[in-house]
Antibody, heavy 119, light 110 residues
Framework: QVQLVQSGAEVKKPGASVKVSCEAS????????MHWVRQAPGQGLEWMGM????????NYAQNFQGRLTMTRDTSTSTLYMELSSLRSEDTAVYYC????????????WGQGTLVTVSS | QSALTQPASVSGSPGQSITISCTGT?????????VSWYQQHPGKTPKLMIY???KRPSGVSNRFSGSKSGNTASLTISGLQAEDEADYYC??????????FGGGTKLTVL
């Protein structure tokens, strides 16, 4: 079955960077676009960006241009999200996600990784 | 890209039907049939309830249905049950090849 297992919680200081991983299993990793979505405490979902199956192309939400880097390692079926110049507003749960086998959606989700930015 | 507009809250009694709206523009909701809806209970991961405007994943109750008219998509839940109480989010593909979520709607079952 499809599984997306994310790395553990992180605590970072303002200005630092964080890199969150998402290990995929149960499907052919090089077939699907992968996405990152975040949710600040008590707030809604926010789409951050996506990476194509080969890892050659990314598309980021305008809010994250210049600070977000998404990569994928096809040899280990692992997706990465690196966010730099962290500020307190980046405190959130970060999710990786993939669509179901059909349609355009976020059908499968990782368990989420809490990133706390605090001095 | 601005967030899609959802009502902050809706409520209904058990057995009733409710509808949650999701309003965007011709560059997102109105331009593509790629609207999906998610249910999120407190502390849990979002769950896909409807995709491609009106398709239901296997295992999702047929009490949940979706539709779209112009720049507004809607999620209807019929026969409300206590377990339906949750936050609901819509999302749409956009003309910028990105995705945008709605602000979310808190459903209260009275």
């Amino acid at each position: 079955q499809v599984q997306l297992v994310q790395s553990g919680a992180e605590v970072k200081k303002p200005g630092a960077s964080v890199k969150v991983s998402c290990e995929a299993s149960g499907f052919t990793f090089t077939t699907y676009y992968m996405h990152w979505v975040r949710q600040a405490p008590g707030q809604g979902l926010e789409w951050m960006g996506m990476i194509n199956p080969s890892g050659s192309t990314t598309n980021y939400a305008q809010n994250f241009q210049g600070r977000l880097t998404m990569t994928r390692d096809t040899s280990t079926s692992t997706l990465y999200m690196e966010l730099s110049s962290l500020r307190s507003e980046d405190t959130a749960v970060y999710y990786c996600a993939r669509r179901f086998e059909e349609g355009y959606n976020f059908g499968y989700w990782g368990q989420g990784t809490l990133v706390t930015v605090s001095s | 890209q601005s967030a899609l507009t959802q009502p902050a809250s809706v409520s209904g009694s058990p057995g009733q039907s409710i509808t949650i709206s999701c309003t965007g523009t011709s560059s997102d909701v109105g331009g593509y049939n790629y609207v999906s809806w998610y249910q999120q209970h407190p502390g849990k991961t979002p769950k896909l309830m409807i995709y491609d405007v009106n398709k239901r994943p296997s295992g999702v109750s047929n009490r949940f249905s979706g539709s779209k008219s112009g720049n507004t998509a809607s999620l209807t839940i019929s026969g409300l049950q206590a377990e339906d109480e949750a936050d609901y989010y819509c999302t749409s593909y956009t003309s910028s090849s990105t995705w945008v979520f709605g602000g979310g709607t808190k459903l209260t079952v009275l």
